[in-house]
């Protein structure tokens, strides 16, 4: 190999850094296409939005599940009352109908009657990990 003149001189590698300089190289165009690939996500199929009506979706959160943050969704519920619920529910136990949130300090029948679309009330809450046996 002839010598490379003046400036260009550090452009003289050994096989060993011609080797690694080649591997980094090869490394990083390989990155690069991974992850454009990723980026475009051309191995997923093509999905199409639709608009849909936000009224169509009824989702309803149960009373005996839920924590405070999911509660103050609801109309009238703001973080007090959404924690007055979880705590009075920590207290006395689970909800029996959506009428008996009028026993949460600050809810009212006008309360009960916004939210009662919203929500309703599951009594088959497991409490423990071991359920007991079916009959």
Not at 4 to 27: H, N, Q, V, Y
Not at 58 to 64: A, E, H, P, S
Not at 87 to 100: A, D, P, Q, W
Not at 113 to 125: A, G, H, M, T, Y
């Amino acid at each position: 190999m002839s010598e490379l003149p003046g400036p260009l001189k550090i452009f003289e590698f050994s096989r060993k850094e011609s080797l690694a300089t080649f591997f980094l190289i090869t490394t990083i165009l390989i990155g690069t296409g991974v992850k454009y690939a990723i980026d475009q996500h051309w191995w997923l199929p093509k999905t199409e939005v639709v608009d849909s009506d936000p009224e169509s979706i009824k989702l309803k959160i149960d009373l005996n599940m839920a924590e405070w943050y999911e509660l103050i969704i609801l109309p009238g519920i703001g973080e007090k009352k959404a924690r007055a619920i979880v705590e009075y529910r920590k207290k006395t136990g689970t909800f029996k109908t959506i009428e008996h949130l009028c026993e949460v300090n600050g809810i009212g029948k006008e309360t009960v009657k916004k939210i009662k679309d919203l929500v309703f009330v599951n009594e088959q809450r497991i409490i423990s990990p071991h359920p007991s046996p079916p009959e």
